[in-house]
C-alpha cells in the first residue's frame, strides 16, 4: 500500500506541473519514460518537474517526455492516468477563453512549427513508427529471456527435471508467435485495423505454409519471420484502404476483412515469406561475419556510436534487427557491445564527479543519477551531465567504444555474447546475457567489457574532458556562503535553485535544454 502511495503521489505531483489534466492530450510510457501529448507545452513548469525526487530528466521530442526509470514508470503512468481522467470528469463546463481566439491559434502555430522542425523528418517519423511496433513488446521479451535463462541454468546443472518443460514452455511461446503480435502492432500504428494486420501475419507461423512450395522451395512455419510479418501487415493496412475507398458501404464490413486477407495472404505467401526470409537469413549471417572477422574493430565502431544514435533518434532502426537475432539464433549479439556505450557514460560522469569537486550541484547531480546509469538509464547522466559539458559526451564515446571493441575482441575470438532480450542495458542485462560457452564465460566477458567502458570513459574524460576555459567556468561553487544563509535565514534562491550550476540561457548546457536529473 505505502508503494501505491508513493507512485500516486508522484503522478499527484507531475500534473499540475504539465498544465493540469486538461492540457493532457495522450498517454504513454516505454521502458523508462513517460511520454505525454500536450495541448500546450508553455504551460509545462520545466523546472518545478526536474526538481521532483522521482523525476531523473525530462526529453522534448514528438512527445514530452518524462525520464522515471525502469519499473517506476510502468507503476507511475497507470496513476497518473487515473488522476487525468479523475481531473477530466470533475473540470467544470468550458468558459470563454481569456485570451483571443488569434492568439491562441498563433501560439499553436509556433508550438506545431518547432515541433515540425525538430522531429518530422520522414526518416525519423518512419523510425519512430517502427520504434512504437516494437516497444511495446519489450516486456514479454524480457521476461520470456528470463525465464529462458533460468531454464538454461536448471538444464545444465540437472536440477529439477519435472520443471524445465513447463519453463521452456513459457520461454519459447511468445516467440513462436512474435509475428502476430508485430503484425497486429504494425497495422495499429499505420491507420490499419489491428486485427486484420494480425491474421495476415499469423500465416507466417501457421505449420501448414509447409505444404507450400513457393519460388521452388518449400516454405518453412515462421519464414521471414518479423520483418515478413512487419511487410505483410503494412501491405494489408494500404489493401484495406483501398477496399474501403472503393467498396459501398452496405457491403463494407464483409468484403473489406475478406479481401484484405485474402490478397495480403497471397501474397505474404508466394511473395514476403520468401523475401523476408532471404532478408532474415543476410542479417544473422552478415552479423556472424562481421563480429568473427573484424569483432574488435566492429565492436569499437558500434560502441562508441552508440551515443549519438540515440541523440539523433537513429538507434530506432536497430530495434527491427535485434528481434530478427532474437528470432534466429536466441540472443542478439549486437546489444552487449552497444550496451558498452552506457558504460561510457558513467565512467565519463565520475570522471566529471572528480574533476569538478567545487560544483556541488553537478555533483549532486551526478551522484542521484549514477544508480541509474549503472543500470542502463542513461538519460539523466546524458542530458544532465556530459552534452551539457560538450568534451565529456565525446570522451564518453570514447569509453563506449573500447568496451565494444573488448567484447567484440572476444566474439572475434570464438566467444559469442548475447542478450535474449532488448531494452535493459549495463548490470540490468546480466540476467539475460547468453552465449555459446556456457553462462560464466558470457558473464565475465560483459562484466570485462563494462569494466573496461568504465575506466577508458573515466581516463579519456579526467585528462581531455575539459579545457582550460572549461573547468575555470564550471569548477566553483553554485552553493550560498554561510555567511548568506545565516544573513537571510536560507539558502539564496538564485543560486540553490533547482538546475543551478548549469550554464546559462544562451549556452547548450541550459537548464531548457539539458535536464537536471535529480
Known amino acids: 500500500m505505502a508503494t501505491e502511495d508513493k507512485n500516486r503521489a508522484t503522478a499527484a505531483a507531475i500534473l499540475p506541473l504539465v498544465g493540469g489534466a486538461a492540457n493532457v492530450s495522450s498517454i504513454a510510457h516505454c521502458m523508462t519514460r513517460l511520454r505525454l501529448g500536450l495541448h500546450d507545452r508553455s504551460l509545462v513548469d520545466d523546472e518545478a518537474l526536474k526538481a521532483l525526487p522521482a523525476v531523473m530528466g525530462v526529453v522534448e521530442d514528438d512527445t514530452y517526455q518524462i525520464v522515471l526509470g525502469p519499473g517506476t514508470v510502468a507503476r507511475v503512468t497507470p496513476e497518473f492516468e487515473r488522476l487525468v481522467e479523475e481531473g477530466r470528469e470533475a473540470a467544470p463546463a468550458p468558459t470563454q477563453a481569456t485570451v483571443s481566439a488569434e492568439e491562441l491559434a498563433a501560439q499553436g502555430a509556433a508550438i506545431k512549427a518547432q515541433q515540425k522542425a525538430k522531429n518530422a523528418t520522414p526518416f525519423k517519423l518512419f523510425l519512430r513508427k517502427i520504434a512504437n511496433i516494437f516497444v511495446p513488446l519489450i516486456p514479454a521479451l524480457i521476461g520470456c529471456g528470463i525465464i529462458a535463462g533460468l531454464n538454461g541454468l536448471l538444464v545444465n546443472l540437472g536440477w529439477l527435471p ?250 572475434q575470438l570464438g566467444d559469442t555474447v548475447g542478450s535474449t532480450a532488448i531494452g535493459p542495458s549495463g548490470w540490468a542485462l546480466f540476467p539475460l546475457l547468453d552465449g555459446n560457452h556456457g553462462l560464466g564465460s558470457t558473464i565475465t566477458i560483459y562484466a570485462g567489457g563494462l569494466l573496461v567502458g568504465y575506466v577508458a570513459g573515466f581516463v579519456a574524460t579526467y585528462f581531455f574532458g575539459f579545457s582550460k576555459d572549461l573547468l575555470t567556468e564550471f569548477n566553483v561553487s553554485q552553493e550560498p556562503p554561510s555567511s548568506t544563509v545565516a544573513a537571510t535565514g536560507g539558502p539564496h534562491p538564485a543560486t540553490d535553485a533547482p538546475g543551478a550550476g548549469s550554464p546559462g540561457s544562451t549556452d547548450p548546457g541550459s537548464p531548457e535544454k539539458a535536464p537536471a536529473g535529480v
Not at 500465416?203 to 501448414?208: A, D, L, S
Not at 555533483?363 to 551539457?388: D, F, Q
Open 162 to 411: 519435472a520443471v524445465t518443460p513447463a519453463l521452456a514452455a513459457m520461454a519459447s511461446g511468445f516467440m513462436a508467435l512474435i509475428a502476430v503480435f508485430v503484425g497486429y502492432n504494425t497495422a495499429k500504428e499505420f491507420g490499419g485495423t489491428p486485427i486484420l494486420g494480425g491474421a495476415v501475419a499469423a500465416i507466417i507461423v501457421f505449420p501448414g505454409v509447409a505444404n507450400i512450395d513457393a519460388f521452388g522451395q518449400t516454405l518453412s512455419p515462421g519464414q521471414g519471420g518479423v520483418l515478413g510479418a512487419l511487410g505483410a501487415a503494412v501491405l494489408a493496412v494500404y489493401v484495406e484502404k483501398w477496399c474501403r475507398r472503393w467498396v459501398p458501404e452496405a457491403l463494407d464490413v464483409l468484403v473489406t476483412p475478406t479481401l484484405t486477407v485474402l490478397i495480403s495472404g497471397l501474397v505474404t505467401i508466394f511473395g514476403l515469406m520468401y523475401v523476408a526470409g532471404e532478408i532474415s537469413s543476410a542479417i544473422g549471417t552478415f552479423a556472424d561475419w562481421l563480429l568473427a572477422t573484424g569483432g574488435a574493430g566492429a565492436g569499437f565502431v558500434l560502441g562508441g556510436l552508440f551515443l549519438p544514435l540515440v541523440m539523433l533518434g537513429l538507434h530506432q532502426a536497430l530495434i527491427p534487427i535485434h528481434t530478427t537475432l532474437i528470432e534466429q539464433q536466441g540472443f542478439t549479439v549486437l546489444l552487449p557491445i552497444l550496451a558498452m556505450a552506457g558504460a561510457g557514460q558513467v565512467g565519463a560522469a565520475m570522471a566529471v564527479y572528480f574533476r569538478l569537486p567545487r560544483n556541488e550541484s553537478i555533483r549532486r547531480t551526478i551522484k542521484s543519477a549514477l544508480p541509474a546509469g549503472l543500470l542502463g538509464v542513461g538519460e539523466p547522466l546524458i542530458y544532465g551531465v556530459s552534452l551539457p559539458l560538450g568534451r565529456p559526451f565525446i570522451t564518453a564515446c570514447v569509453g563506449g567504444a573500447f568496451g565494444g571493441g573488448f567484447v567484440g575482441l572476444f566474439n
